[in-house]
């Protein structure tokens, strides 16, 4: 199977004592390639500096994430841009709205989200969204700057099976990970809704494990266990959600 990880923080510290393990095991498990989301301008350093270790596995995107969004938003935003214009990334992100932890920044977040979507637009490059808490203001935001003129990943696909409609009717494929395999989620439903051709595989590591490793620490090489309980929503082998989240993803990221 070629497996790609649409969503993966492989350079943060919490892989900095096996980051070469687990890419081993992950390259062992068939995921070829590693889909990188910056965060801030802390992580710009890390994430290409694994770039550079792992050429063509280990890709990287250029964003700010929303959490990370504060006042000092335009100085990070002004990086952002300057970075896109020196460096090779394949997408735009990680970006969004957060409305779970801190809401202070909220007319921030929208302002450079805005920006996100027009740098999208400008570099023809896909959008990654995080969407926690924030699935109508994100839709909203999208709408008012143009249905059709960006496209990309809801990450960690928050919605349900309506949500997933609306968002795929936008043109926008969703992320599905390891909580598809909580019992008590409803990524399942959105993916029914949503269908093969507009899903995406991503771990969010190391966040976000899939069961039967809830809490722990998670890495590429888990997608297997995500690829086998989409077999079992979507009733087709494994083997196909492989092929199909791959095409997806390779067809999104111009690979």
Sequence with gaps: MHIIDTHNHIYLPEFDGDRGEVISRSLAAGVRTIMMPNIDSTSVGPMLAVEEQYPGICLPMMGLHPTSVKENYQDEMELVETSLREHKYYGIGETGIDLYWDKTFINEQKISFRRHLELAEVYHLPVIIHARESLEVIISEIEAFGVGRVTGIFHAFPGSAADAR?????????????????RNGRQHEAAIEAGINNIVLETDAPYLAPVPHRGKRNESSYLTLVTERLSEVLAISPAEIADKTTANAKRLFNL
């Design 166 to 182: 609306r968002v795929t009717e936008m043109g926008f494929l969703i992320g599905i990970g390891g909580v598809v395999t909580f």
